[in-house]
Every structure is written in C-alpha cells, then in structure tokens.
C-alpha cells in the first residue's frame, strides 16, 4: 500500500512571485473591451487580474481545499493525487468521480458531503456514497511521468481500476464524469465491465458518427443533433484543435503567463457554464491556481493530442449506464443514440446548468446520481 496523506501548503514566496506578475500583465494594444465574440472580454479579463492581484485570498482557499482528506499514491511512474471521502452509511457505494479540461478536481467538491451522508434505500435499508476524486495525470497534484505509452483516455482508465481495486481494496463500484472524466468512464465500462457496477455521463463526447453519416438515415433528432453540433464546432473548437495538433507551442506562452493562462480557461468557464449557474470568482481563480501552482496547464492541455492521436474506438457499452443531461451543456445527444449505444437504464434532464454540471448545479447532480445507484443495488 502506497498511499499517502497529502496537505496543500503553497510556501508564501511563490505566491509573492505570482502577484507580481500579474501586476506586470502587459495588454494588447488594440482590446474588444464590451464583448464576447473575439474571445474573452477585455474589460471582464482586467477585472479579474486586478482582483486576482490584489483580494483573492489563495490561503483562505487552501484552508478550504484541506478540510477534505487528499492522498497520494504511486501507481507504476505515476503519482496519483486523490481526494477520498467515506460515506455516512454502512451500506457505501464505491463511487470514482473524474473530473475534465479545463476543470479539476474541483468540479465535484460541492457535492461531497451530499453524496457521503446517508440516504434511504427502502423502508428498512439506507445506504451512502464512499467518493473518490482523482486529479487526472498532468493536472494539478498528480504528475505527468515520462513514459513512453500514450496517456489518454485509455491509459487513464487503466490507472483508475488499479487505483480502485488494488490501492483502495474495492471489488465493485460506480465511475461518474463529464468531458474526459465521460470517456474514462467509457473506457473502465469497456475494459473492466464486471468490476463496473454501472457509469453515470452527463456527456457521450462528440458523436462522429452523426456528424459525417455514411449511407445512414438520421432521424429528427439526430439531424438537430448534428446541425447543433456542426455550428458549435465552427464557433467554439479552436482550442480543440491547437492542442490536438501543437499544444507545445501554447504551452510556452501559458505557463510563463498567469494572466494569459487564466484568460486561456476563464473563456471556457464563462462560456460553457449555464447561464443562471455561473460560478463564483473565487472558485474559478482557485481552479486557475491549481494549473498555476503545479505548472500542469501544458500536461493538461496534452491530453487533447493524445487523445486524437492514440485513442482506440469503442463498441457497444453493455454496462449499466444512467445520463444526467444539463440543458446548457455542450452538445447534447440524442436519447435513442444513446439508448442503442449503451445498456441506458436511466436518463434525467436537469433543471438548470452548464458544462461544469456537478460544480453548477451539486443538489440535483446528487440527487440523480443517487437515484440511478438505487437501481443498481
């Protein structure tokens, strides 16, 4: 057993370092200061430097960040930083939580202790959640080790079983994530089907099938799906393809800046995130710093190449599988897709929220995770 506690302790001269620089930020000369249709907003991105440099309080964040129990473990070259909580109940489900880009760990800290604390099962039985939250290779607390297999999506979810059965002990449990934390829960349904008590999505990824058909009739929705998709492929993927293609010659530029980091991820967030659940400031700069801090936001951002380049294609999930659908999120698939695609015993539309669905909207997230596990047991 490897596992080790982990306490986040940033020394204070590096964050002395940080605020200089971002009091050094050099704008462009000519900005777009009152919209969004260049990119970030310019007078939104100086709001949010200024504050970040001045009353955003990394500390108090911190001391936040360790009222949860962090570990750290050793998995062949890599060092695996993971957040593990126990449930309330006797009766816990072990259930895996993997987060996306340009997210962390974070995403699912707001439905912890929604998830742990009991919940009735019937009339006579109650159970809980045993969570576990994982910082993908390369983001955050876990390393990116020079190895010379390709980490992806694939390889993730190979480190991930291990890290639940031979690390942590368990037999069975759930996966559950969004974005790649969706396709690494694919790929344990894919590889590891009878140690997967079932997955929960809130997204399928692109479906590219559905987006270049060859001598296949589209229905209704699948024809939305893909007038939907192809129009936000035009708007939105520029990111998609730099770091699917040279995402070492961004990487330079943002990890030398924190401003031009930040302003690389705030897009996303404001973009991507419902409209009636925008996150707080202080939660998104605390997701900021943990790229900042551990200068990973060239590792994450890798994944997109490894990913494009290396990942296997997936047949069939026979697994047991349940969609929490947020209706602000990306794309949204079509339900028969899904249902002819997967083992889909359960799909919920959710009242409100984005792309960061648990981190959005935690109540209803864990309520709709909880009631697709009582199906299972």
Excluded at 165 to 177: Q, R
Excluded at 217 to 242: C, F, P, R, S, V
Excluded at 358 to 368: K, L, S
Aim: aromatic share 12%; net charge negative.
């Amino acid at each position: 057993m490897t596992i080790q506690p982990l306490s986040i302790d940033i020394p204070g001269e590096e964050l002395v370092f940080l605020k200089k620089r971002l009091r050094q930020t050099l704008l462009p000369s000519s900005l777009c200061a009152t919209d969004w249709h260049l990119g970030i907003k310019a007078d939104y991105f100086t709001k949010v430097i200024s504050y970040w440099s001045t009353d955003y309080n990394w500390k108090k964040e911190e001391d936040k960040l360790n009222q949860f129990n962090h570990f750290r473990t050793a998995i062949n070259d890599f060092e695996i930083h993971f957040i593990y909580e126990r449930g309330e109940s006797k009766n816990s489900i072990p259930l895996l939580l993997t987060h996306g880009w340009p997210d962390s760990f974070l995403r699912y800290t707001k439905v912890v202790s929604l998830l742990t604390k009991k919940r009735k099962l019937n009339v006579s039985q109650e159970f809980s959640f045993d969570v576990i939250i994982p910082s993908l290779p390369g983001f955050g607390f876990s390393n990116y080790p020079k190895v010379e297999q390709s980490i992806n999506n694939k390889t993730i979810a190979n480190l991930w079983h291990e890290l639940m059965t031979k690390e942590l002990g368990f037999s069975k449990y759930i996966a559950a994530g969004g974005d790649l934390g969706s396709g690494i829960s694919r790929y344990l349904a894919v590889n590891f089907p009878a140690d997967l008590l079932g997955i929960y999505l809130n997204d399928v990824g692109l479906i590219r099938e559905l987006l270049t058909p060859k001598n296949k009739q589209l229905t209704q929705a699948e024809h939305d799906y893909q007038d939907k998709t192809l129009k936000w492929m035009d708007k939105e993927t520029g990111y998609i393809n730099i770091q699917a293609t040279k995402p070492q010659t961004l990487s330079f530029a943002l990890a030398d800046s924190p401003a031009g980091m930040a302003a690389w991820i705030l897009e996303k967030f404001y973009t991507w995130s419902g409209n009636d659940t925008q996150l707080e400031l202080d939660d998104v700069l605390t997701n900021i710093m943990i790229y900042w801090i551990s200068n990973s936001i060239s590792t994450a951002n890798r994944i997109y190449y490894e990913n494009s380049h290396f990942l296997p294609a997936i047949d069939k999930i026979a697994v047991p599988t349940g969609m929490g659908i947020f209706p602000e999120d990306l794309v949204l698939p079509p339900k028969d897709w899904v249902k002819s695609h997967f083992n889909l015993i359960h799909w919920t539309e959710i009242s409100k929220g984005g792309h960061f669905t648990a981190w959005e909207n935690p109540q209803e997230y864990a309520d709709d995770l909880a009631e697709f596990a009582q199906k299972l047991l």
